[in-house]
């Protein structure tokens, strides 16, 4: 099983940027399609970025042209870069296999973007 740790959270001006980084346990993590998802205070858990095994990207419309999700096989690694972030990007970050999430959830990290 894939134990899944996300950090690279913090405080952040809006129009900033922020790397997300998340770190997988297990010698299954190189199969799987990964995804970034995030919870918004209040609202549900969506995915909003993916990552196949070979590199392939997908985004949702939100993050699409700010935010780049990528992955070191080798590392067992999956990264979110950010950027031109907004308010409304305030949530805590998470990542999993996607699109359906077949891990146990990490704790998260969280991004707050505020003046």
């Known amino acids: 099983q894939v134990q899944l740790v996300e950090s690279g959270g913090g405080l952040v001006q809006p129009g900033g940027s922020l790397r997300l980084s998340c770190v997988a346990s297990?010698?299954?993590?190189?199969?799987?399609?990964m995804g970034w998802y995030r919870q918004a205070p209040g609202k549900q858990r969506e995915l909003i970025a993916r990552?196949?095994?070979?590199?392939?990207?997908n985004y949702d419309e939100p993050v699409k042209g700010r935010f780049t999700i990528s992955r070191d096989n080798a590392k067992s690694t999956v990264a979110l870069q950010m950027t031109s972030l907004k308010p409304e990007d305030t949530a805590v970050y998470y990542c999993?296999?996607?699109?359906?999430?077949?891990?146990?959830w990490g704790k998260g990290t969280l991004v707050t973007v505020s003046s």
């Open positions: 297990g010698s299954d993590f190189r199969l799987y399609t």
């Open positions: 990552v196949t095994s070979s590199g392939i990207t």
């Open positions: 999993n296999s996607a699109p359906a999430a077949v891990f146990n």
